[in-house]
């Protein structure tokens, strides 16, 4: 089970649909992988936030919603894309409070008063770079990605924790061999900002 380590991303729609559109193309995190760049990364778009965007965003025309099929891609990895740069944020000002806004930093579709107030004042963040975005035309489901291996594959399956045994192998997989144990590490709930994961099953 073991292949190489991707990031995926919880988004909110509203967030998802810039990203989309390529209005936005640098994702702002107060953390980032340790990982060098580039490498891949998966887009999951959260349930929080669809009835404020449906509502806010989309001006509650569905049509809209159906043409660009948020339905399907809530609570779905709907898109991959390689992460190339992780470019360092830090904005810091001796009195926040007479701040306003007034600049938008290029490609992250908030102003840097914005940026300031979500990582603190004076402290860093990370400008993920979005390149070779990729839309699913069939988004896909948090179970199809696998937590990264802690035994790095066979021949060790058979002993990891992470094995599905007995009863409930048989209830994944029908007409399961005594040796095949499935591997029950994939994802069960999507990360709350960001977390690693192995390359999609197949």
Not at 42 to 50: D, I, K, P, V
Not at 100 to 110: A, D, S
Not at 176 to 197: A, K, M
Request: proline share 7%; hydrophobic share 35%; aromatic share 12%.
């Amino acid at each position: 089970m073991s292949g190489e380590i991707a990031v995926m991303f919880s988004v909110r729609p509203n967030w998802s649909r810039k990203i989309a559109t390529r209005e936005k193309i640098i994702e702002v995190r107060k953390t980032a992988p340790k990982i060098p760049t580039p490498y891949k990364g998966y887009l999951y778009c959260t349930l929080s936030g669809c009835n404020e965007f449906f509502r806010d965003d989309l001006h509650g025309e569905v049509a809209v919603w159906n043409r660009e099929k948020w339905g399907l891609r809530k609570g779905h990895v709907w898109a991959e894309f390689i992460c190339d740069k992780d470019i360092p944020l830090l904005f810091s000002c001796s009195d926040p409070a007479a701040l306003v806004t007034h600049y938008e930093v290029p490609g992250t579709c908030l102003s840097d008063v914005e940026i300031m107030e979500y990582l603190g004042n004076g402290k860093a963040g990370h400008g993920l770079h979005i390149s070779k975005l990729t839309i699913y035309d069939k988004p896909r489901e948090i179970g199809e990605f696998f937590k990264p291996c802690i035994k790095n594959g066979w021949p060790w399956c058979k002993d990891c924790e992470y094995g599905v045994k007995g009863d409930e192998a048989k209830a994944l997989l029908p007409g399961l061999r005594y040796f095949d144990i499935p591997c029950g590490n994939w994802l069960h709930r999507p990360p709350q900002s960001w977390c690693y994961v192995e390359e999609a099953a197949t």
